[in-house]
């Protein structure tokens, strides 16, 4: 590193950046300072542009509804943009062109300004323009339609219990701030507040100056960060997982400021994601069972953009493409595009594409093959990850293997090449351990056997309207509910309620009813433990609940508290191992729950989930 930067000057930074009063009056102009200003931070904190980057491009727009802000266009073509050029370091989705909320389309779930909204004049345009979200839509954020000519508009933020609330006095500051709450988190050495925290915030609020932004709303937190020399103390008055969390360019500048608070936290610095990932490139996360590496080689895997035009009409560019001939029903059709979206159909049956998946980077590698378990479909988004369906029984299964792949091939022994320009590898894969519940789902009897109408009414959960998944999810309950009867449609829905209630393979858009849907799981889980149903669907529920326990481990690991706390709950419903400590207050008193603790149902019914449905929980141990 260079010489020391204190960063309890950088409010004064951040205030000489910023425009002249009266320059507010015309959507603050001159934007090259906070251009300048995020330059030096990126540099500050170790991050350089690729040598290989792979720009994340966007369409042009020729003629937009709205104007579009020259500050967004700006920072789109900057040469050192950080996430046009290393996306995954943010977790965040692009929307461009912008896209107004509420959404004509759908997609995006907030409303738009209250009629009493004083972020607009009255009789203003109430509209919200879109140009970000958080990587699963939980948040989004944008300017006022009204404020759509000014050049650098203020950016509000989307926050379920608050609708919208002012995150950045402008768009530039709005990424400025961004990549402040982004880059530290990789780039630099990190303690967590632990026993200590609340006295440390005490100290920090007395003793060292904000960085002058708006506190951060994202997943429930409000994050307010402060300057120290080399060092950034982020206090989160919200939600979030960690009170307190301390970046520092240094190590031995973690231990300086924690001299000055008064605490030895040597033991507790954790190294920069940086460091532990090791530079871009072909480096693989290790086996965890499902997958082994098979070989390694240095010769490039190249990414070969297909020639055709995109099959899906109204998408972005086709960015990859392959079929499948799959028995008794006929080909299925897969195309991947380049805002990262996976599009499936079977054209022999005349129905429409409908969109499987999207992720944040660009979908670049697609791969069938016909297996001794019968037919797989395989997607790779660049940096962003690669999933497996089998397709018979629609299991799904994602694999973190680490950065630097473009490309991907299956063969029919499960042997899966994957790569980029950095080098290759071939993995074995393990089908078993890859999709565990699938002979499950083979041998258990449609749905529409059971219970006409449970699957339209599953896949209505994840609807962007939430009156239509709040309907769907009322539907369900009193078609599934085990009491007083356990019918085979619950036990043939547990899995994917559990799926959609914790967020696990079931697309962009999260479920806005998720904890009740959860609540409806764990009810029907506390029937088959009870054994509940009649033969066959007796030992169909025995064989589900022998194979669910293998699952938990991932899902208590999971970043979503919400899906810790599903895990949790799950794991005294099912009578597992007791889940391990959480900070998280929700997560915990789940824990606590299942451990016999009566008294943390009413943190649980403060955070969303159903009296009724924790109350009929086991607690016998």
């Known amino acids: 590193m260079d010489s020391m930067i204190d960063y309890g000057d950088f409010a004064a930074r951040l205030a000489r950046a910023m425009p002249r009063p009266a320059e507010h009056a015309v959507g603050l102009l001159d934007t090259a300072p906070r251009w300048e200003l995020l330059r030096q931070f990126q540099e500050e904190w170790g991050y350089e542009v690729p040598a290989d980057a792979d720009e994340w491009r966007h369409e042009p727009v020729t003629s937009p509804e709205l104007p579009i802000p020259a500050a967004l266009d700006e920072w789109w073509a900057l040469p050192y943009n950080s996430f046009v050029h290393s996306p995954r370091l943010y977790w965040t989705n692009p929307e461009y062109p912008p896209t107004p909320r509420p959404d004509p389309t759908g997609y995006g779930t907030p409303a738009g300004l209250p009629a009493d909204s004083p972020l607009v004049p009255p009789g203003a345009d109430r509209r919200v323009c879109v140009f ?60 967590h507040g632990d026993d200590d925290t609340d006295r440390i915030v005490a100290w920090t609020k007395s003793e060292l100056t904000p960085l002058g932004f708006l506190p951060w709303r994202e997943l429930a937190q409000e994050i307010t960060v402060y300057g120290a020399p080399d060092a950034l103390v982020f206090h989160d008055a919200g939600y979030g997982d960690h009170e307190l969390t301390v970046h520092a360019r240094t190590a031995e500048a973690l231990v300086r400021l924690g001299e000055r608070m008064g605490v030895d936290w040597a033991e507790r610095i954790e190294p920069p994601c940086a460091v532990t990932e090791g530079p871009r490139g072909l480096a693989f996360r290790a086996g965890d069972g499902r997958w082994e590496v098979v070989s390694v080689s240095a010769e490039p895997l190249l990414y070969q953009r297909p020639e055709l035009e995109s099959p899906v009409p109204h998408t972005s560019p086709l960015t990859a493409l392959t079929h499948i001939d799959v028995p008794d029903q006929g080909p299925l059709v897969a195309s991947g595009h380049e805002d990262g979206s996976l599009y499936l159909w079977m054209p022999e049956s005349g129905d429409a594409p409908v969109e499987g998946d999207r992720r944040g980077p660009a979908l670049t590698g697609l791969t069938s093959a016909h297996t001794a378990n019968g037919p797989v479909l395989v997607a790779s988004w660049c940096d962003a990850g690669v999933s497996l369906w089998d397709i018979d029984s629609a299991e799904r299964a994602d694999l973190d293997l680490g950065p630097g792949i473009v490309s991907v091939h299956l063969s029919a022994d499960l042997r899966l090449l994957v ?30 056997e059971t219970e006409p109408g449970v699957p339209l009414l599953l896949a209505e959960l994840l609807s962007h309207d939430s009156k239509i998944a709040e309907q769907a999810f009322a539907d369900l309950n009193q078609l599934l509910s085990p009491t007083p009867d356990l019918s085979p449609a619950a036990i043939l829905s547990f899995v994917y309620l559990t799926q959609i209630g914790a967020d696990i393979g079931v697309g962009a858009h999260p479920c806005t009813v998720r904890r009740r849907v959860l609540g409806l799981a764990l009810r029907i ?59 998280h207050p929700e997560t915990a008193a789940a824990a606590s729950l299942t451990r016999g603790d009566a008294t943390a149902i009413d943190v649980l019914v403060a955070a969303g989930w159903d009296r009724a449905d924790l109350e009929t929980l086991p607690r016998d141990r």
């Open 132 to 191: 970000k979200a958080e990587y699963e839509y939980c948040n989004e954020w944008g300017y006022p339609a009204a404020d759509a000519g000014l050049p650098d508009p203020r950016v509000l933020v989307s926050d379920s219990e608050d609708g919208w609330l002012l995150q950045a006095r402008s768009v530039s500051e709005f990424f400025l701030q961004l990549a402040v709450h982004r880059l530290p988190a990789h780039y630099g050495w990190t303690v």
């Open 419 to 448: 790569g980029g320009p950095d080098g290759r590898a071939v993995l074995q894969l393990d089908a078993g351990a890859l999709w565990p519940a699938r002979e499950l789902m083979l041998s258990a009897v449609s749905f529409e």
């Open 525 to 583: 889980a506390a029937a088959m433990r009870a054994e509940a149903a009649e033969e066959p669907w007796l030992t169909a529920s025995r064989k589900l609940l022998a194979s669910f326990p293998r699952v938990l481990p991932d899902l208590l690991q999971d970043p979503n508290p919400v899906t810790r706390t599903a895990a949790s709950l799950l794991t005294g419903t099912l009578g597992s191992h007791p889940a391990p400590a959480d900070p």
